[in-house]
């Protein structure tokens, strides 16, 4: 958490001087790096990668549960996990479509 807070104490040090960060340079924040110059069909294209794998976890986390491999609070958090995902992929899905339609009906 300290090198977090220093690093946006920095980050905003270098902002106030008119120094900003290249595009190449990572900026990190909540455990995961962001690319700055990452396209936005890239940035799907990894939360969608995340979701599968986490469908995918919740589906192994299952299996080894009904042959006894695995302990309850696992396959219940896995499962969990899975549940929160397929909500916001839903959410996400149902947002995109609205927005396309609302695209559709603008006059030209």
Same mark, same amino acid.
């Given at each position: 958490? $300290?090198?977090?807070?220093?690093? @946006?104490?920095?980050?905003?040090?270098? @902002? @106030?001087?008119?120094?900003?960060?290249s595009? @190449?340079?990572? #900026? +990190?924040?909540? +455990?995961?790096?962001?690319?700055?110059?990452?396209?936005?069909?890239d =940035?799907?294209? +990894? !939360? !969608?990668?995340d !979701?599968?794998?986490?469908? #995918?976890?919740?589906?192994?986390?299952?299996?080894?549960a009904?042959v006894?491999?695995?302990?309850?609070?696992? $396959?219940? &958090?896995a $499962?969990?996990? !899975?549940e929160? &995902?397929?909500?916001?992929?839903?959410? #996400?899905?149902d947002?995109?479509v609205?927005a396309?339609?609302?695209?559709?009906? =603008?006059p030209?």
């Amino acid at each position: 958490m $300290v090198a977090s807070f220093n690093d @946006a104490i920095s980050a905003y040090r270098n @902002a @106030a001087s008119g120094q900003t960060a290249s595009v @190449a340079e990572r #900026v +990190g924040g909540n +455990g995961q790096t962001v690319n700055p110059g990452e396209s936005f069909a890239d =940035m799907v294209k +990894g !939360a !969608a990668i995340d !979701a599968r794998a986490t469908m #995918v976890n919740s589906e192994q986390m299952t299996q080894k549960a009904i042959v006894g491999d695995a302990e309850l609070h696992e $396959v219940v &958090t896995a $499962v969990s996990a !899975a549940e929160v &995902t397929l909500r916001t992929v839903v959410s #996400v899905r149902d947002k995109a479509v609205e927005a396309y339609q609302s695209v559709l009906s =603008m006059p030209i």
